[in-house]
């Protein structure tokens, strides 16, 4: 089973970079779009990430973003919108590097004005409807703004962190004992296990009844990603698996996992499920599938893969 190469390709969309031009580094809101107007370069847009309450009194509020109500495309705002509003902007912009060649940051903002045609959206629904250079760019925005609130205060000493300036590393330090924060990723596996014609899925307690989804679990430390696979398989499912096949990867901002996709065929065993884990698992053949995960999500495009395959080899 190959990757489905179109849809993983890199694009020229949205480029990720760590550091912003030299005299934009380090300004607010306000600074950058004076500096924007005073060049004459309009070319600095904004992700306008919208939350329920302020930084300093929540950990982590609920996000959401201001999104064109009809126009389709990426969820962007310039200098000169921003500057027309009276917004109550929380730290310094977050750069996430470059929209069409244009220089893109986050910006988050607790007040409940909006921009004239915009809406405030949901960023999980907003991710899981856009294309992939969107998606790409929001999940940057939302792991970057998380960082950045949930280390503002350094976990061994208590003082506060600060951006290094110019620094090629994204990363906060403590300005006393020198600790360092980097964005937290956590590695976490999505299998498809297969049985001749058949596919295992399974619903997590949080699904709606009738939806399925492919197995999944954090890695471990110590461990290789292809032994967390065959650890959550056996734990979830009471099933060994083997010819594990690496498919493709997605970053999924809620919080931060990194998810990497495996095929892998069924071995031996019975299933018995682990209640904790699982609310009901289920072998299903390719033909008869419940209702999956979208493909906008890995689950979905491993699901895809896999009925492509499996109509090719049980006709």
């Known amino acids: 089973m190959d990757p489905l190469s179109s849809q993983f390709q890199p694009s020229d969309m949205f480029r990720y970079a760590v550091v912003p031009p030299l005299n934009l580094s380090g300004l607010t809101v306000s600074e950058l779009i004076a500096c924007a107007e005073q060049n004459g370069a309009p070319d600095i847009q904004f992700v306008l990430l919208l939350a329920e309450s302020s930084p300093n009194t929540a950990a982590s509020p609920r996000l959401q973003i201001a999104a064109p109500s009809q126009a389709e495309g990426a969820p962007l705002c310039s200098t000169a919108l921003l500057s027309s509003l009276e917004l109550n902007c929380d730290g310094v912009p977050l750069f996430l590097g470059y929209w069409q060649s244009r220089l893109c940051f986050a910006v988050v903002s607790s007040s409940t004005v909006l921009p004239p045609g915009y809406e405030s959206v949901g960023l999980r629904d907003l991710l899981l409807r856009e294309n992939k250079d969107v998606f790409?760019?929001?999940?940057?925005?939302l792991q970057l703004y998380h960082w950045s609130v949930n280390h503002r205060f350094c976990g061994r000493c208590g003082s506060v962190t600060s951006e290094l300036k110019d620094s090629t590393d994204r990363v906060l330090?403590?300005?006393?004992?020198?600790?360092?924060?980097?964005?937290?990723?956590?590695?976490?596996?999505?299998?498809?296990?297969?049985?001749g014609p058949e596919i295992l899925l399974a619903r997590a307690h949080h699904f709606p009844p009738g939806r399925f989804s492919v197995l999944a679990g954090f890695a471990e430390a110590g461990e290789t990603i292809e032994r967390t696979v065959h650890r959550e398989v056996k734990e979830e499912t009471g099933l060994k698996v083997k010819n594990l096949r690496y498919f493709s990867s997605q970053?999924?901002?809620?919080?931060h996992q990194l998810m990497l996709g495996f095929f892998c065929e069924y071995d031996s065993g019975q299933l018995i499920l682990d209640e904790n884990e699982l609310a009901e698992a289920e072998w299903f053949h390719y033909s008869e599938l419940p209702q999956v995960s979208s493909t906008s999500t890995l689950s979905g495009q491993l699901i895809e893969a896999a009925v492509a395959e499996l109509r090719l080899r049980f006709p």
Request: aromatic share 14%; proline share 12%; charged share 10%.
């Open 136 to 141: 790409y760019l929001l999940s940057t925005a």
């Open 173 to 195: 330090v403590c300005e006393q004992c020198d600790s360092h924060y980097y964005p937290r990723i956590a590695p976490c596996m999505m299998a498809l296990v297969t049985r």
């Open 251 to 255: 970053s999924w901002p809620f919080p």
